[in-house]
C-alpha cells in the first residue's frame, strides 16, 4: 500500500521543525561541504609557508645529490621496513575481526588491508577512504557495513595505543637527546613519557580485570579481551617502529639516535592525522624538518623524505593498482577460480578509485618534473643527440600533460569512458616527452607502469559521457590549484640563485633550465585556463520540466518490460523523467528546493543502470543539487555507494509470495471469518481492466472526497497517486460494493510480466463496514493468484526491522525510537502489524543520500514533495 509509505515520510518529518530548521540544516550542510576543503587548503598553503622558511638557503642541486647519494642498502632496508609495516597493518584488521566475532581467511583480510591502508596513507582521509575500502571487499565476505565500521575503529585505537607507547617508550629511555632538540627539561619528557606508559599500561589491566561489557551512559561496549588488547599492542608498536625506522635509515648518520628519532616521527604522524591534509603531505615534511633540522643538514632530510614518500606511499598504492589490475586478468582468463570471481566482484569496484589516485600522482610528477632543473649529464647526453627545439617542446608538453592527467584522474574516479581512453593516450605521451626533455627514465617508466595497470580495466569505466560534465568539488579543485601552487614555490625553490629578468622567458638553450620551468608554469596555466573557460561557455542548465504525453508512452514502454511496480508510479506525471540514450531505462524524479529526489531505482535493464545514475547526478551537479534515492532496494546499494551516497535504512517493504499463499490453516481462521461474514452482509469485489472503470469516475470521486474529508487529510503525491481522471483511465480497478453501491476502491499496478502486483490508491467511504478494507485484499490476493502472478507487494512500513543495539548506528536508534514511541505522529506499530497478518517477507528499503546532515534535508524535502509542499508536509 503506497499510501502507508507516502503517510509515513509525511508524518515523521513534522517533527523536523519548520522552515527555519530546514535553513539551519542546510547552513550546516554548506559549512561541512566547503568548510574541510578550506581548513585544509589554508593549512596546506601555512605549511608551504613553513617549508619556505625552513629551506630558503637550501640549494636544489645539493638536495639531488643527497638524494642520488642514498646507498643501495638503504634503499633495500626501507623497503624491507616498509613490508614489515604493511604485515603489521594486516595484523591489525585480523585481530579487530576476531574482536567482533567474525572469521575471514586471512587473505581476504590482506587484501582489504593492504588496499584500504595503501589509499589512505597517500590521500589521507583515513577514516573515510580506508573503511571505504575495506567495506568493498569484506562485505563480498558477509560482513556488515557495522562490522567494517567496528574493524575501523578497533584497528584506529590500536594506532594510538601504540604510538602512546613508542612515543613514551623513547622519552623515558632517551630524555637526553630528545631535549637537546626540542628545548624541554629532560625530566618534564620523563615525565610526560611515564604517563603515557601508564595509560597504556592501565589500559591493558583493565580489559584484563573487567570481563563484563562497559557501560557508557545509555551504550554498552563489549571489551576485547586481554590477550587479543596485548597482541594489538605488540602489532601497532612494531608498525610505528618499522614505518618509522624507513625514514631513518635513509638519513646519515648522526648525534640523534633511534629512540629520539622515533620520538618525532610520531609527533610529524599525529601532526600529519590532525590537518587532514591528504596524506599529511607538507605538514609531515615540515615537522620533520623543524626538529631534525639542529642535527641533520635540511638538505640531506628533504632528500630522505622524498625518497621515504616514494618507498612508504607511492610504491604500495602502485603495488595495489597493480594487484587488482592482476585480479581483473586472472578473473578473465580463469574465471573458473571462485576465489578469484568472488574477490574480484568486490575488488575490481576499487579500481576507478585506485587508478584515479594513481593517475593524479603520476600527473603531480609530471608538474614536479618541470619544475625543476634536469640532470647535467644527461642534458649534455642530449645536447649530442637531439635537436634543441624537440627539448624545448617535450618540456612544455610534458607539464601540458601532467595538468591533463590532474583532469582525467577526476574522469576515472567518476568511471568516464572518455577519461579512460584520453588516459590511454596521454600516459604514453607523458612517457615520451619525460625521455625527450632530460632522460628521465624514472618518470617515463612510472608512466608505463601506470599504463600497463590500467589497460585491463576497460570495462570498468563504462560511462559514455562528456568529460567536461564531470563536476569538480571544491576538494577536487583545491587539489589541483595546491599542485600548481607547489610548481610555483618548486620553481622559485629551484633558482633562487638565478636574477628574474622578462627576456629570460624567452631564453633557449640546453643549460637553460630556468626558462623552461617558466614555459612550463605558463603552460599549466594556459590549459587550467582553457578547461576553466569551455566549462564557463557552455550552454546553462535548466531545471527540469514535467513529462509530456510522449514522455509517457516512451515510459510505459520501458515499464511492461518490468517485474517491479512502482514503475507505474512514473505514468502519474508529477516526477521528471530521465531517460538513457537507447530509450531502455529511465529514472523519475522530484525537484525540491537543492535536493533531486529519485522514487526507487532506476527502471530498466540493470546494466543501464550505472550510466544513467551518474548522468543523474552530474544533471544535479550542475545546477548545485544533491540527489538522492528513496526507497531504494539492497541490490543497487553497491551502485549508489560507487555515486558517494550513503545508504540508510528507512523500513521494510512487505512482499507477500502468492505461489505458496493459502487460507488454509487454523492461522487463516479469521481472514476465512472476514470473507464469510463480508458475503453474507453483501459485500462484493470486482476486479475491472485498465479504462473499464472510466464510466464509474464520478461514483469513485464521490468516495473519494468522502475518504479525504473523514480523514481530515489531503492528496498526497510522488510516492503514491493522487485521485484524478487519468489515474482512473490508466489502472485496473478492483471495486468493493454493498448491495450494488460502491463503497471502496483500489486502483492496482502490474506489469506484462506477472511477476508483481500491488495497490496504488486506495479509497473507502464512511458508509463501509469497517473490514470492508480487509476483504478487499484477501478477495485481491486470491484474485491475483488465480491471475498468476508471483507476487503482492503491500508497501513499506516506514521504521520498522531497524536495530536497537547499544552499537547500532544513531540513525537506527532514532528510527527504532520513533517506531516504539512515535504512535502520536503516525501509526507505524499498528501497520506493521496489519501487514504481518498475511505472513509477507520483509525487504529492507533504505535512503540512499550524500553523508553528514544531508539525509535529514532530504527526508523534510520527500515529504514536501509527498505533501505537494510545505504545508502540505505538515498537515494530514
Same mark, same amino acid.
Request: hydrophobic share 50%.
Given at each position: 500500500?503506497?499510501?502507508?509509505?507516502?503517510?509515513?515520510?509525511?508524518?515523521?518529518?513534522?517533527?523536523?521543525?519548520?522552515?527555519?530548521?530546514?535553513?539551519?540544516?542546510?547552513?550546516?550542510?554548506?559549512?561541512?561541504?566547503?568548510?574541510?576543503?578550506?581548513?585544509?587548503?589554508?593549512?596546506?598553503?601555512?605549511?608551504?609557508?613553513?617549508?619556505?622558511?625552513?629551506?630558503?638557503?637550501?640549494?636544489?642541486?645539493?638536495?639531488?645529490?643527497?638524494?642520488?647519494?642514498?646507498?643501495?642498502?638503504?634503499?633495500?632496508?626501507?623497503?624491507?621496513?616498509?613490508?614489515?609495516?604493511?604485515?603489521?597493518?594486516?595484523?591489525?584488521?585480523?585481530?579487530?575481526?576476531?574482536?567482533?566475532?567474525?572469521?575471514?581467511?586471512?587473505?581476504?583480510?590482506?587484501?582489504?588491508?593492504?588496499?584500504?591502508?595503501?589509499?589512505?596513507?597517500?590521500? #589521507?582521509? &583515513?577514516?573515510?577512504? !580506508?573503511?571505504?575500502?575495506?567495506? %568493498?571487499?569484506? /562485505?563480498? =565476505?558477509?560482513?556488515? *557495513? +557495522?562490522?567494517?565500521?567496528?574493524?575501523?575503529?578497533?584497528?584506529?585505537?590500536?594506532?594510538?595505543? #601504540?604510538? &602512546?607507547?613508542?612515543? !613514551?617508550?623513547?622519552?623515558?629511555? %632517551?630524555?637526553? /637527546?630528545? =631535549?637537546?632538540?626540542? *628545548? +624541554?627539561?629532560?625530566?618534564?619528557?620523563?615525565?610526560?613519557?611515564?604517563?603515557?606508559?601508564?595509560?597504556?599500561?592501565?589500559?591493558?589491566?583493565?580489559?584484563?580485570?573487567?570481563? %563484563?561489557?562497559?557501560?557508557?551512559?545509555?551504550?554498552?561496549?563489549?571489551?576485547?579481551?586481554?590477550?587479543?588488547?596485548?597482541?594489538?599492542?605488540?602489532?601497532?608498536?612494531?608498525?610505528?617502529?618499522?614505518?618509522?625506522?624507513?625514514?631513518?635509515?635513509?638519513?646519515?648518520?648522526?648525534?640523534?639516535?633511534?629512540?629520539?628519532?622515533?620520538?618525532?616521527?610520531?609527533?610529524?604522524?599525529?601532526?600529519?592525522?590532525?590537518?587532514?591534509?591528504?596524506?599529511?603531505?607538507?605538514?609531515?615534511?615540515?615537522?620533520?624538518?623543524?626538529?631534525?633540522?639542529?642535527?641533520?643538514?635540511?638538505?640531506?632530510?628533504?632528500?630522505?623524505?622524498?625518497?621515504?614518500?616514494?618507498?612508504?606511499?607511492?610504491?604500495?598504492?602502485?603495488?595495489?593498482?597493480?594487484?587488482?589490475?592482476?585480479?581483473?586478468?586472472?578473473?578473465?582468463?580463469?574465471?573458473?577460480?571462485?576465489?578469484?570471481?568472488?574477490?574480484?566482484?568486490?575488488?575490481?569496484?576499487?579500481?576507478?578509485?585506485?587508478?584515479?589516485?594513481?593517475?593524479?600522482?603520476?600527473?603531480?610528477?609530471?608538474?614536479?618534473?618541470?619544475?625543476?632543473?634536469?640532470?647535467?649529464?644527461?642534458?649534455?647526453?642530449?645536447?649530442?643527440?637531439?635537436?634543441?627545439?624537440?627539448?624545448?617542446?617535450?618540456?612544455?608538453?610534458?607539464?601540458?600533460?601532467?595538468?591533463?592527467?590532474?583532469?582525467?584522474?577526476?574522469?576515472?574516479?567518476?568511471?568516464?569512458?572518455?577519461?579512460?581512453?584520453?588516459?590511454?593516450?596521454?600516459?604514453?605521451?607523458?612517457?615520451?616527452?619525460?625521455?625527450?626533455?632530460?632522460?628521465?627514465?624514472?618518470?617515463?617508466?612510472?608512466?608505463?607502469?601506470?599504463?600497463?595497470?590500467?589497460?585491463?580495466?576497460?570495462?570498468?569505466?563504462?560511462?559514455?559521457?562528456?568529460?567536461?560534465?564531470?563536476?569538480?568539488?571544491?576538494?577536487?579543485?583545491?587539489?589541483?590549484?595546491?599542485?600548481?601552487?607547489?610548481?610555483?614555490?618548486?620553481?622559485?625553490?629551484?633558482?633562487?640563485?638565478?636574477?628574474?629578468?622578462?627576456?629570460?622567458?624567452?631564453?633557449?638553450?640546453?643549460?637553460?633550465?630556468?626558462?623552461?620551468?617558466?614555459?612550463?608554469?605558463?603552460?599549466?596555466?594556459?590549459?587550467?585556463?582553457?578547461?576553466?573557460?569551455?566549462?564557463?561557455?557552455?550552454?546553462?542548465?535548466?531545471?527540469?520540466?514535467?513529462?509530456?504525453?510522449?514522455?509517457?508512452?516512451?515510459?510505459?514502454?520501458?515499464?511492461?518490460?518490468?517485474?517491479?511496480?512502482?514503475?507505474?508510479?512514473?505514468?502519474?506525471?508529477?516526477?521528471?523523467?530521465?531517460?538513457?540514450?537507447?530509450?531502455?531505462?529511465?529514472?523519475?524524479?522530484?525537484?525540491?528546493?537543492?535536493?533531486?529526489?529519485?522514487?526507487?531505482?532506476?527502471?530498466?535493464?540493470?546494466?543501464?543502470?550505472?550510466?544513467?545514475?551518474?548522468?543523474?547526478?552530474?544533471?544535479?551537479?550542475?545546477?548545485?543539487?544533491?540527489?538522492?534515492?528513496?526507497?531504494?532496494?539492497?541490490?543497487?546499494?553497491?551502485?549508489?555507494?560507487?555515486?558517494?551516497?550513503?545508504?540508510?535504512?528507512?523500513?521494510?517493504?512487505?512482499?507477500?509470495?502468492?505461489?505458496?499463499?493459502?487460507?488454509?490453516?487454523?492461522?487463516?481462521?479469521?481472514?476465512?471469518?472476514?470473507?464469510?461474514?463480508?458475503?453474507?452482509?453483501?459485500?462484493?469485489?470486482?476486479?475491472?481492466?485498465?479504462?473499464?472503470?472510466?464510466?464509474?469516475?464520478?461514483?469513485?470521486?464521490?468516495?473519494?472526497?468522502?475518504?479525504?474529508?473523514?480523514?481530515?487529510?489531503?492528496?498526497?503525491?510522488?510516492?503514491?497517486?493522487?485521485?484524478?481522471?487519468?489515474?482512473?483511465?490508466?489502472?485496473?480497478?478492483?471495486?468493493?460494493?454493498?448491495?450494488?453501491?460502491?463503497?471502496?476502491?483500489?486502483?492496482?499496478?502490474?506489469?506484462?510480466?506477472?511477476?508483481?502486483?500491488?495497490?496504488?490508491?486506495?479509497?473507502?467511504?464512511?458508509?463501509?463496514?469497517?473490514?470492508?478494507?480487509?476483504?478487499?485484499?484477501?478477495?485481491?490476493?486470491?484474485?491475483?493468484?488465480?491471475?498468476?502472478?508471483?507476487?503482492?507487494?503491500?508497501?513499506?512500513?516506514?521504521?520498522?526491522?531497524?536495530?536497537?543495539?547499544?552499537?547500532?548506528?544513531?540513525?537506527?536508534?532514532?528510527?527504532?525510537?520513533?517506531?516504539?514511541?512515535?504512535?502520536?505522529?503516525?501509526?507505524?506499530?499498528?501497520?506493521?502489524?496489519?501487514?504481518?497478518?498475511?505472513?509477507?517477507?520483509?525487504?529492507?528499503?533504505?535512503?540512499?543520500?550524500?553523508?553528514?546532515?544531508?539525509?535529514?534535508?532530504?527526508?523534510?524535502?520527500?515529504?514536501?514533495?509527498?505533501?505537494?509542499?510545505?504545508?502540505?508536509?505538515?498537515?494530514?
Amino acid at each position: 500500500m503506497a499510501v502507508d509509505v507516502v503517510e509515513a515520510g509525511d508524518q515523521t518529518e513534522e517533527a523536523g521543525g519548520g522552515v527555519g530548521s530546514r535553513s539551519d540544516l542546510e547552513r550546516f550542510a554548506r559549512l561541512k561541504r566547503f568548510g574541510p576543503p578550506a581548513a585544509a587548503a589554508l593549512v596546506f598553503a601555512l605549511t608551504l609557508f613553513a617549508i619556505d622558511r625552513l629551506l630558503g638557503h637550501l640549494n636544489y642541486h645539493a638536495v639531488m645529490v643527497d638524494l642520488r647519494a642514498l646507498p643501495a642498502s638503504a634503499l633495500w632496508l626501507a623497503v624491507l621496513f616498509t613490508t614489515g609495516s604493511f604485515l603489521c597493518l594486516t595484523g591489525y584488521d585480523w585481530s579487530a575481526v576476531r574482536y567482533i566475532g567474525k572469521k575471514l581467511p586471512y587473505h581476504r583480510i590482506a587484501l582489504g588491508s593492504f588496499a584500504g591502508y595503501a589509499i589512505s596513507n597517500t590521500i #589521507g582521509f &583515513s577514516l573515510l577512504s !580506508g573503511p571505504s575500502v575495506r567495506y %568493498r571487499i569484506y /562485505a563480498a =565476505a558477509g560482513l556488515e *557495513a +557495522v562490522d567494517v565500521a567496528r574493524v575501523a575503529v578497533v584497528s584506529g585505537l590500536a594506532f594510538h595505543v #601504540g604510538i &602512546s607507547a613508542v612515543a !613514551g617508550f623513547a622519552m623515558c629511555l %632517551r630524555p637526553d /637527546a630528545i =631535549a637537546a632538540v626540542v *628545548a +624541554v627539561p629532560a625530566p618534564l619528557l620523563q615525565m610526560v613519557g611515564a604517563g603515557m606508559l601508564l595509560a597504556v599500561a592501565a589500559l591493558i589491566v583493565f580489559v584484563f580485570v573487567r570481563r %563484563r561489557p562497559l557501560r557508557l551512559w545509555r551504550w554498552t561496549v563489549d571489551l576485547p579481551t586481554g590477550p587479543l588488547v596485548m597482541g594489538q599492542l605488540v602489532l601497532s608498536v612494531i608498525e610505528i617502529a618499522s614505518a618509522g625506522s624507513v625514514l631513518f635509515v635513509l638519513l646519515p648518520s648522526s648525534d640523534i639516535g633511534w629512540f629520539a628519532f622515533i620520538t618525532f616521527y610520531c609527533l610529524a604522524i599525529v601532526a600529519g592525522v590532525i590537518s587532514h591534509v591528504p596524506g599529511g603531505f607538507g605538514v609531515f615534511e615540515s615537522v620533520m624538518l623543524f626538529l631534525l633540522g639542529g642535527s641533520v643538514p635540511a638538505e640531506t632530510t628533504t632528500a630522505a623524505l622524498v625518497a621515504y614518500r616514494a618507498i612508504y606511499n607511492l610504491f604500495p598504492l602502485l603495488l595495489a593498482a597493480m594487484l587488482l589490475a592482476a585480479d581483473e586478468a586472472i578473473r578473465k582468463i580463469a574465471p573458473a577460480l571462485e576465489a578469484a570471481r568472488q574477490i574480484g566482484a568486490w575488488s575490481t569496484r576499487l579500481i576507478p578509485t585506485i587508478m584515479g589516485t594513481v593517475v593524479f600522482i603520476a600527473g603531480v610528477v609530471m608538474i614536479a618534473s618541470s619544475a625543476t632543473p634536469a640532470v647535467p649529464r644527461r642534458m649534455v647526453y642530449l645536447s649530442n643527440t637531439v635537436p634543441l627545439t624537440l627539448v624545448e617542446t617535450a618540456h612544455f608538453l610534458s607539464s601540458i600533460a601532467g595538468f591533463l592527467l590532474l583532469i582525467l584522474s577526476r574522469g576515472l574516479f567518476r568511471r568516464l569512458n572518455g577519461a579512460y581512453w584520453l588516459a590511454l593516450f596521454v600516459l604514453p605521451t607523458a612517457a615520451a616527452t619525460s625521455f625527450a626533455k632530460g632522460w628521465d627514465y624514472e618518470e617515463a617508466t612510472l608512466m608505463i607502469v601506470v599504463l600497463v595497470a590500467l589497460l585491463p580495466c576497460r570495462r570498468e569505466f563504462y560511462r559514455q559521457t562528456s568529460l567536461l560534465d564531470a563536476p569538480f568539488t571544491w576538494g577536487w579543485l583545491l587539489a589541483i590549484a595546491a599542485v600548481v601552487g607547489s610548481m610555483v614555490w618548486l620553481i622559485t625553490f629551484s633558482y633562487r640563485h638565478v636574477d628574474y629578468a622578462e627576456n629570460l622567458w624567452w631564453e633557449f638553450a640546453f643549460k637553460e633550465d630556468a626558462p623552461r620551468s617558466l614555459r612550463a608554469l605558463l603552460a599549466v596555466l594556459l590549459a587550467g585556463t582553457a578547461a576553466g573557460l569551455a566549462r564557463l561557455l557552455r550552454p546553462p542548465r535548466h531545471a527540469p520540466d514535467l513529462p509530456v504525453e510522449a514522455d509517457l508512452e516512451r515510459a510505459g514502454t520501458v515499464i511492461a518490460a518490468q517485474d517491479r511496480t512502482y514503475a507505474n508510479l512514473a505514468l502519474l506525471g508529477d516526477k521528471a523523467l530521465l531517460f538513457n540514450e537507447s530509450d531502455d531505462a529511465f529514472i523519475m524524479y522530484g525537484v525540491r528546493a537543492r535536493s533531486w529526489v529519485a522514487m526507487g531505482d532506476p527502471v530498466g535493464p540493470q546494466k543501464a543502470w550505472a550510466d544513467l545514475a551518474w548522468t543523474f547526478r552530474e544533471l544535479a551537479d550542475r545546477v548545485g543539487a544533491r540527489i538522492a534515492f528513496y526507497q531504494a532496494t539492497p541490490e543497487a546499494l553497491p551502485l549508489y555507494l560507487d555515486l558517494g551516497l550513503v545508504p540508510l535504512k528507512i523500513g521494510e517493504e512487505a512482499v507477500i509470495d502468492l505461489t505458496a499463499f493459502s487460507l488454509q490453516g487454523r492461522k487463516r481462521r479469521e481472514d476465512r471469518n472476514i470473507l464469510s461474514r463480508g458475503e453474507r452482509e453483501g459485500l462484493e469485489i470486482e476486479v475491472l481492466p485498465t479504462g473499464a472503470a472510466t464510466p464509474l469516475l464520478a461514483e469513485l470521486q464521490a468516495i473519494s472526497d468522502d475518504w479525504l474529508q473523514t480523514k481530515n487529510t489531503r492528496e498526497k503525491r510522488f510516492a503514491l497517486g493522487a485521485f484524478s481522471a487519468a489515474i482512473v483511465e490508466r489502472s485496473p480497478i478492483a471495486i468493493a460494493s454493498l448491495h450494488g453501491r460502491a463503497v471502496a476502491f483500489a486502483s492496482l499496478m502490474t506489469t506484462a510480466t506477472k511477476a508483481e502486483a500491488s495497490i496504488d490508491l486506495m479509497r473507502y467511504s464512511s458508509e463501509a463496514p469497517r473490514y470492508t478494507m480487509q476483504f478487499l485484499f484477501l478477495r485481491l490476493i486470491l484474485h491475483l493468484k488465480d491471475a498468476g502472478f508471483a507476487s503482492f507487494t503491500l508497501g513499506m512500513a516506514p521504521m520498522s526491522g531497524m536495530e536497537d543495539h547499544p552499537l547500532a548506528p544513531v540513525w537506527h536508534k532514532v528510527g527504532s525510537f520513533l517506531f516504539q514511541h512515535g504512535e502520536h505522529f503516525y501509526n507505524f506499530q499498528g501497520l506493521r502489524g496489519f501487514k504481518d497478518k498475511f505472513d509477507p517477507v520483509w525487504h529492507p528499503r533504505y535512503l540512499a543520500a550524500p553523508g553528514g546532515l544531508s539525509p535529514l534535508i532530504v527526508m523534510t524535502d520527500v515529504g514536501s514533495l509527498v505533501g505537494g509542499g510545505f504545508k502540505g508536509m505538515i498537515a494530514r
